[in-house]
């Protein structure tokens, strides 16, 4: 087993390999970023959408917990293969990047709405009634008694979930989307030994979530420090 | 383009895929189990044990964390034949999904043990408890209180994560959808079906562990 990792490192590491590696290296970033900064925005909108004190109107909110629990409630694999074979059918010319990218948006959305429903919960009921009290606008609670207050609660938990996308978007490698995943499994039929092709991905993706989930430990532990306004 | 949605030729594959949703079950409480001894172990090492042990075991959970569940199958499926060790599709998913729960449960019951106070052990102490009495009556149910919460969510994620093991031609929900999807061809449908049964069994498996909460640890769990 050594002995043929050896030999085959110098040929696996080639200058070919390396940049069909890093192309998909930047799929596996671009999915996963892209989709959880859209998803995370999205999901923003409908925590304010779905709170009954600031825009929640009650067809509103209905479907906002609806989506929120269903779409917490069902695998990435499935999600994927719904979505997939949504647009298949309804005829729609789109890459395969792009049915992935939305499964990921959708999924962060539902998350992150969750998050945030626990920032909002977070600022406490006098608050609320004292900027009733004082006729603000719920444009103006929101902007500046809510969000000022909550973003110190709702930041941190979001890179744990950003990590969660990029594991799950190895998932993707399902529908043929050219992420690490699939580069690996590319590589590994074409003979170079499973050691080689797995051990290198596990190690890149390593490399990607560690520092994201250190940044998101870092911003609670600096982000707790500091007194509660 | 126009599709109709046409669940008359799936609806007959149902109790075929339910009987997936046992094996989903079953895969699910096995990694969650042994995962859980892992994690135990390994929270009291990281607790009482020598440095070397401790760094070891920071090291497993930070590379478990930080790696897909599906490439650490893909590496132990196909890298460990290399090494002579043979396994099933099923054990192969069995053993990545236990190492990977694992490591969520080491840090879960590390916080846990964590939130356990000083005071109360020397306040029992004062109060002229035993040992055992002290493990039973305040270490025990504060930790069960603390765990209860964060261990079921586990579960539910340890539920969905079983789908991974479709990938491996593991005949469980969605392994048993692919089947029916390659037999019928209504796609849409079937996933469709599938995503119901796994709203309705993570809904369930969440009530459950809700009302087992309540009545053993008196823990006020909520299901949404």
């Given amino acids: 087993m050594w002995e043929q990792l050896l030999e085959d490192a110098p040929r696996f590491f080639g200058i070919w390999n390396l940049m069909f590696l890093g192309q998909a290296l930047l799929n596996t970033l671009l999915l996963s970023y892209l989709g959880a900064a859209f998803g995370f925005a999205i999901g923003f909108s409908l925590a304010i959408g779905r709170h009954p004190r600031l825009y929640g109107i009650a067809p509103i909110h209905l479907l906002a917990t609806a989506y929120v629990e269903v779409f917490r409630r069902i695998p990435f694999l499935v999600k994927l293969m719904c979505i997939f074979f949504a647009f298949q059918l309804s005829g729609a010319q789109v890459s395969l990047f792009t049915i992935a990218l939305v499964t990921v948006v959708l999924s962060a959305a539902a998350f992150a709405a969750e998050i945030a429903r626990a920032g909002i919960e977070a600022v406490p009921a006098p608050q609320w009634d004292a900027a009733e009290a004082m006729n603000f606008s719920r444009w103006k609670v929101l902007t500046q008694i809510v969000a000022p207050q909550s973003w110190r609660v709702v930041l941190p938990p979001l890179f744990g979930y950003a990590v969660g996308f990029i594991k799950s978007t190895s998932i993707a490698s399902q529908i043929g989307v050219m992420e690490l995943t699939y580069a690996a499994k590319i590589l590994n039929t074409r003979g170079f030994s499973a050691l080689l092709c797995f051990g290198t991905i596990l190690i890149v993706y390593f490399l990607i979530c560690w520092p994201t989930k250190r940044f998101g430990e870092h911003l609670e532990a600096r982000l707790g420090r500091r007194p509660k306004i | ?224």
Avoid at chain 2, 33 to 38: C, L, N, Q, R
Avoid at chain 2, 195 to 205: D, M, N, R, S
């Fill in chain 2, 1 to 224: 383009m126009n599709y109709n949605l046409i669940y008359s030729q799936v609806a007959g594959h149902i109790p075929y895929l339910l009987g997936g949703a046992i094996l989903t079950l079953e895969l699910a409480v096995i990694s969650f189990m042994v995962g859980w001894a892992i994690g135990l172990t390994n929270a009291s090492i990281l607790h009482f044990g020598p440095r070397p042990a401790r760094l070891a075991v920071r090291g497993y959970v930070t590379f478990f964390i930080n790696t897909p569940l599906l490439v650490q199958i893909f590496f132990i499926f196909f890298v460990l034949p290399d090494a002579g060790i043979l396994l099933s599709p099923y054990a192969a998913v069995a053993i990545g999904m236990s190492l990977n729960a694992g490591a969520y449960l080491t840090e879960i019951q590390r916080a846990g043990f964590q939130s356990l106070r000083r005071e109360e052990i020397d306040a029992a102490t004062a109060m002229g408890f035993s040992v055992p009495q002290i493990v039973w009556y305040v270490v025990l149910p504060h930790i069960a209180k603390a765990l209860y919460p964060p261990l079921s969510n586990q579960f539910i994620i340890q539920v969905m994560t079983t789908s991974i093991a479709a990938i491996f031609a593991v005949e469980e929900l969605t392994g048993r959808a692919y089947n029916v999807n390659s037999l019928t061809f209504r796609s849409l449908e079937v996933f469709s079906i599938v995503a119901i049964i796994y709203l309705v069994l993570t809904l369930a498996c969440s009530l459950a562990l809700a009302l087992l909460g309540r009545w053993l640890f008196r823990v006020k769990a909520r299901v949404f």
